[in-house]
């Protein structure tokens, strides 16, 4: 089994750096221990007297809140009695208020590989408001769910957002500790960014691999499988194609009232290491709530040769050609009001027209563009094999 960052300070690994120092958490219910027990509840007993503030991100502490801009509000955690400060409604980064009262932020969250995922960009935020009120940061690493393959396109600096704050593409292939010091990096930080690593992760892993249980790190990721097609399948929050939400399978089946899978089923029997099977489903809520959609619901069967981003963006090419009734997604989405939202998601603004047009070399090109510049970019802070 993988030890995660959290179980390395459960062996004393790590401890020195914050015993006697004022202590803050970021975390949320999928950082748990091996024996399932909450991170917060894990440090609160190492860190009885140091730890002072829970921060939650997007969701809540507990994972209970929907997506885009449904707000988490402060609240006082009922058993270790500490105040949990949301960064994701009131503020999106800690206060100084807040950062004032501490000397070393502990961060532990569970992320799934994919940049429009907002932990990553919580994480951001928050080193820049550490940055600010000289803070060190401390990373418990966690595995990435969907190993260290990379999968474009590269994000472009005019579609900046909250699912997207530094040119990364949609498949990431880093950890959560990478990305603090790829951040860091980038952002020029001069605070101490420290990461306790993983022991037993490797690059090739899966995360049924890591032997860890998998908790939801949000209400729509109930399983790696979930995971493991999310960084294709979240481009259609950006149609009016069901993405699944509002159902037990979110991101695993998609469809529309309107979608008559027959005239596509076809088009989708050759594609690499996946499957469709034809379904029929109702939404309890989100779009289409309460409508009969047609549609697909999507099993990996090669998990190596799935291509999550490009299998995605080929769906909605078959789609656009086929059915006029398809339709983007206008503003908002995650505090943007201008731009629409699935050029936010997926990164690249030439990617719609290239759907629309029919033009699939064009959006092959984009997704390969700035994935070895990324590499390169990120060698450097590349903490396992």
């Not at 790590?14 to 219910?29: D, F």
């Not at 997007?58 to 929907?66: D, P, S, T, V």
């Not at 603090?180 to 306790?196: C, E, M, R, T």
Request: charged share 25%; hydrophobic share 40%.
């Amino acid at each position: 089994m993988v030890k995660t960052g959290l179980e390395r300070l459960c062996h004393g690994e790590g401890a020195s750096l914050l015993r006697g120092r004022r202590l803050g958490l970021l975390t949320h219910q999928a950082a748990v221990s091996s024996d399932l027990r909450p991170s917060y509840l894990v440090i609160k007993a190492l860190f009885s007297e140091e730890l002072r503030f829970l921060f939650s991100p997007q969701h809540g502490l507990f994972g209970e809140a929907q997506a885009n801009m449904i707000p988490s509000e402060d609240f006082v955690e009922n058993e270790t009695k500490l105040k949990v400060v949301s960064l994701y409604g009131p503020r999106l980064s800690p206060s100084s208020e807040h950062l004032k009262e501490i000397d070393v932020l502990l961060v532990d969250l569970q992320d799934v590989g994919c940049r429009v995922y907002t932990y990553i960009w919580t994480l951001f935020l928050t080193l820049k408001a550490c940055e600010e009120n000289g803070v060190e940061v401390l990373i418990l690493d966690r595995p990435n769910p969907l190993g260290g393959e990379i999968e474009g396109p590269l994000l472009e600096e005019d579609l900046f957002s909250f699912v997207g704050l530094v040119p990364l593409p949609l498949r990431h292939g880093l950890t959560i500790g990478e990305i603090a010091l790829f951040f860091k990096d980038y952002l020029g930080l001069s605070i101490p960014v420290h990461v306790l690593a993983m022991e037993g992760w490797q690059r090739k892993m899966f995360f049924p691999e890591t032997g860890l249980p998998w908790v939801p790190p949000s209400p729509n990721m109930p399983s790696f499988e979930t995971a493991l097609v999310y960084p294709g399948q979240v481009l259609l929050e950006g149609t009016n194609l069901s993405e699944g939400r509002g159902t037990t399978k979110p991101f695993e089946i998609f469809g529309a009232p309107w979608l008559n899978e027959e005239k596509v089923s076809e088009r989708l029997s050759s594609l690499a290491g996946i499957k469709f099977q034809r379904l029929h489903f109702t939404p309890w809520f989100d779009k289409w709530a309460g409508k009969l959609c047609r549609g697909f619901r999507l099993f990996v069967t090669d998990k190596k040769r799935y291509r999550p981003v490009w299998t995605s963006l080929y769906l909605l090419q078959v789609i656009i050609k086929n059915f006029p009734e398809f339709s983007w997604r206008l503003p908002p989405y995650e505090y943007q009001w201008r731009q629409m939202p699935f050029d936010i998601i997926v990164g690249r603004k030439k990617i719609r027209a290239a759907l629309e047009l029919g033009e699939q070399s064009w959006w092959e090109e984009i997704l390969s563009e700035g994935v070895l510049k990324f590499k390169e970019m990120s060698g450097s802070f590349r903490l396992y094999n």
